[in-house]
């Protein structure tokens, strides 16, 4: 299963909403997660089965879809949100990741 | 506080061998599969392996089947990667990650990573 992340660069300023979009090559459910990754860490999972928020993740993200399209929101940026953000379908093996969306500043 | 400490990664020569290592704690590392991810430099992430709680479940992608073994030791909460003949296209941080008990393969902790590169 492909994974396909739009747009693959996003420029945004402190307090704008941002979407992502995540598509796959065929229908995954909602077994899709999202990770936000900054230079030289490891990911941290933000949202899991589509929609489910991790503990202790902020309030800000969210996230939708099933089948085959998905999104991840960040209601109002910070400037902690500026990073790079990976989907990654689990509905099957081997799991695979979207190619990454870089949030930078604008 | 679920900690993930990779080690074992340098540089290797093509066609040479590597063995990662990862010790976990503040979890029962009994209880979780575990993974390997990886991430070739300035790219995306790849899943590389699972393992099943007691060992004698294992999944691999298909670019590392029959070079590569995952394998575990409960009893250190330790997780292994054994990686032989190696590739240029195999350079990579190496993260050991946590498959989430609940359902499925999502990962959510994640080693700090470490770097495995295969030069001449």
């Known amino acids: 299963i492909q994974m396909t992340q739009s747009p693959s660069t996003l420029s945004a300023s402190v307090g704008d909403r941002v979407t992502i979009t995540c598509r796959a090559s065929?229908?995954?459910?909602?077994?899709l997660a999202w990770y936000q990754q900054k230079p030289g860490k490891a990911p941290k999972l933000l949202i899991y089965?589509?929609?489910s928020l991790e503990s202790g993740v902020p309030s800000g993200f969210s996230g939708s879809g099933s089948g085959t399209e998905f999104t991840l929101t960040i209601s109002s940026l910070q400037p902690d949100d500026f990073a790079t953000y990976y989907c990654?379908?689990?509905?099957?093996?081997?799991?695979?990741f979207g190619q990454g969306t870089k949030v930078e500043i604008k | 506080e679920v900690q993930l400490v990779e080690s074992g990664g340098g540089l290797v020569q093509p066609g040479g061998s590597l063995r990662l290592s990862c010790v976990a704690s503040?979890?029962?590392?009994?209880?979780?599969?575990m993974g390997w991810v990886r991430q070739a430099p300035g790219k995306g992430l790849e899943w590389v392996a699972n393992?099943?709680?007691?060992?004698?479940?294992?999944v691999y992608v298909d670019s590392v089947k029959g070079r590569f073994a995952i394998s575990r030791d409960n009893a250190k909460n330790s997780l292994f990667l054994q990686m032989n003949s190696l590739r240029a296209e195999d350079t990579a941080v190496y993260y050991c990650?946590?498959?989430?008990?609940?359902?499925?393969?999502?990962?959510?902790?994640w080693g700090q990573g470490t770097l495995v590169t295969v030069s001449s």
């Open positions: 990650a946590r498959p989430s008990l609940s359902s499925g393969s999502y990962f959510d902790y």
């Open positions: 503040g979890f029962t590392f009994n209880s979780y599969w």
């Open positions: 393992i099943n709680q007691d060992g004698t479940e294992k």
């Open positions: 065929q229908s995954i459910s909602s077994w």
């Open positions: 089965k589509a929609s």
């Open positions: 990654q379908h689990y509905n099957e093996y081997p799991v695979t």
